[in-house]
Each structure stands twice: as structure tokens, then as C-alpha cells.
């Protein structure tokens, strides 16, 4: 589904990731896990097309699309929910969750979409028509992750989507995810929740000063010593 090879992300001069190499297979749940300013959301921005790569490739079945307009990356089947949820307040849900269906095959299913995310998210049929920032935090995030999917990806991309959230509401986002996850969506995680993130996942790379330090399935790197300490407090 997704290779980034040796991709490399700068800010000017300043170099943001170097040399990562992560890969996300169909319909498989990775996670990227990290300190603050590790680099993960530079990253996952430009698996969406945010950033460009000042080197390396990106490659999404089989074809290089790190040259592609940012435009066209939604066309990829890749749909990102950004770290903020980065909702227009003013309108309401039903009118957020529609500006995710722009694609000429994302409107032909509208509908469909629609009541396929309410099912998903109950909360938000109750409240379809209040405006978006009438909502909690937790409504919100559920909200930015049904405007995500009303464009029909294949790629989910999710940029902490835990932030600031009570854990039972942390809970049921990550019950949601795993659902998507199992209907076929490939889910890339990025999360400062490392426990939880290592549960929902099949695989988790761990990102540290713009570079992947660790790889591999969760039960391996539980045992791994440094992120024992550095991250699970054993």
C-alpha cells in the first residue's frame, strides 16, 4: 500500500526526518510512536502530500507519487486527520463531513458515506445540524475522522488523535479506529500514547530526532530495554 524509502523532510536548511523507510501494507494498522519534536507529524504530513520530500520516494501501489501536486494525493486514496482536527467551527457536522466528499467518486456515494458515519459515530447523527464548535473535543475528533473517511481512502492517516481527550473518550476513538482498520482501511498512527498505540497496532516504528530508532511488532519492541524506560515507565 505505502513505502516511504530512505525520505527525507527539511525545513530550509534544518533537517526535520532523515533517511526513514516506513511501510504500510493493505488494510494494516501501523503506528509511529515518539517524544515531542521527534518528527512524527513533519512525517505523516508528507505521507499526505503537506510536505514535499527533499529526497527519497514515496510510493503508494507500486508508483512514486512524492512529485505529485498536493492536490492529487486525495486522488491516492490517502485522507489525513490533522493534529487540531482543524474543523470550520461555524458550519455544521453534516456540512463538514460533506467538504470530505470532493472527489467525483467520493459525491457519487455521499449519502451512502453519510449514513455509514453516523453508524459509526451515533453522536454525530444527534447532532448534524448544531454547528461543529458546538461540540466536545472528543464529538470533534470524531467528527474530523468521518470528514476523513467521506473521501473513501485507503490510507488513513491520524496525527495524535488522543490529544488533550479524557481516556474513555481516548478509549472508544481507538475502538472506532480498529473498526475502520478492520473494514479494509490501512490506518498509519501517529500517537504519544505509546501503550495504547502498541495495543491497537500490528506493527510500530519508533521516530526520535527525526529518525527511526525501532521497528517491529509490539510484543517485540515491549521488550526492547530502551523503550521499556523511555516510554512504558518499567
Same mark, same amino acid.
Given at each position: 500500500?505505502?513505502?516511504?524509502? $530512505?525520505?527525507?523532510?527539511?525545513?530550509?536548511?534544518?533537517?526535520?526526518?532523515? $533517511?526513514?523507510?516506513?511501510?504500510?501494507?493493505?488494510?494494516?494498522?501501523?503506528?509511529?510512536?515518539?517524544?515531542?519534536?521527534?518528527?512524527?507529524?513533519?512525517?505523516?504530513?508528507?505521507?499526505?502530500?503537506?510536505?514535499? #520530500?527533499?529526497?527519497?520516494?514515496?510510493?503508494?501501489?507500486?508508483? !512514486?507519487?512524492?512529485?505529485?501536486?498536493?492536490?492529487?494525493?486525495? !486522488?491516492?486514496?490517502?485522507?489525513?486527520?490533522?493534529?487540531?482536527?482543524?474543523?470550520?467551527?461555524?458550519?455544521?457536522?453534516?456540512?463538514?463531513?460533506?467538504?470530505?466528499?470532493?472527489?467525483?467518486? /467520493?459525491?457519487?456515494?455521499?449519502?451512502?458515506?453519510?449514513?455509514?458515519?453516523?453508524?459509526?459515530?451515533?453522536?454525530? +447523527?444527534?447532532?448534524?445540524?448544531?454547528? /461543529?464548535?458546538?461540540?466536545?473535543?472528543?464529538?470533534?475528533?470524531?467528527? /474530523?475522522?468521518?470528514?476523513?473517511?467521506?473521501?473513501?481512502?485507503? #490510507?488513513?492517516?491520524? !496525527?495524535?488523535?488522543? #490529544?488533550?481527550?479524557?481516556?474513555?473518550?481516548?478509549?472508544?476513538?481507538? +475502538?472506532?479506529?480498529?473498526?475502520?482498520?478492520?473494514?479494509?482501511? /490501512?490506518? #498509519?498512527?501517529?500517537?504519544? $500514547?505509546?501503550?495504547?498505540?502498541?495495543?491497537?497496532?500490528?506493527?510500530?516504528?519508533?521516530?526520535?530526532?527525526?529518525?527511526?530508532?525501532?521497528?517491529?511488532?509490539?510484543?517485540?519492541?515491549?521488550?526492547?530495554?530502551?523503550?521499556?524506560?523511555?516510554?512504558?515507565?518499567?
Amino acid at each position: 500500500m505505502l513505502e516511504l524509502r $530512505n525520505a527525507c523532510v527539511s525545513y530550509g536548511a534544518a533537517p526535520a526526518v532523515s $533517511n526513514a523507510n516506513v511501510r504500510v501494507g493493505d488494510a494494516e494498522l501501523v503506528v509511529i510512536v515518539g517524544p515531542n519534536g521527534a518528527g512524527k507529524t513533519t512525517l505523516i504530513n508528507a505521507v499526505a502530500g503537506l510536505h514535499p #520530500l527533499a529526497s527519497g520516494a514515496l510510493v503508494v501501489g507500486g508508483r !512514486d507519487i512524492s512529485r505529485l501536486p498536493r492536490h492529487r494525493f486525495c !486522488d491516492e486514496g490517502i485522507a489525513l486527520v490533522p493534529e487540531g482536527r482543524r474543523l470550520f467551527t461555524e458550519m455544521s457536522v453534516k456540512e463538514n463531513l460533506e467538504l470530505g466528499s470532493y472527489r467525483k467518486a /467520493a459525491r457519487l456515494r455521499r449519502a451512502e458515506s453519510l449514513t455509514e458515519i453516523q453508524g459509526l459515530f451515533p453522536v454525530l +447523527r444527534e447532532r448534524l445540524h448544531a454547528p /461543529a464548535g458546538t461540540l466536545s473535543g472528543g464529538q470533534q475528533q470524531m467528527l /474530523a475522522i468521518g470528514r476523513a473517511l467521506m473521501a473513501l481512502p485507503r #490510507l488513513l492517516l491520524l !496525527d495524535e488523535p488522543s #490529544l488533550g481527550l479524557a481516556p474513555v473518550v481516548v478509549h472508544e476513538l481507538f +475502538r472506532v479506529i480498529r473498526e475502520i482498520n478492520a473494514r479494509g482501511v /490501512a490506518v #498509519l498512527l501517529v500517537e504519544q $500514547n505509546v501503550a495504547m498505540a502498541l495495543d491497537l497496532a500490528r506493527r510500530a516504528y519508533v521516530l526520535e530526532e527525526g529518525r527511526i530508532v525501532a521497528e517491529g511488532p509490539p510484543r517485540e519492541l515491549r521488550r526492547h530495554p530502551h523503550i521499556e524506560r523511555a516510554y512504558l515507565g518499567r
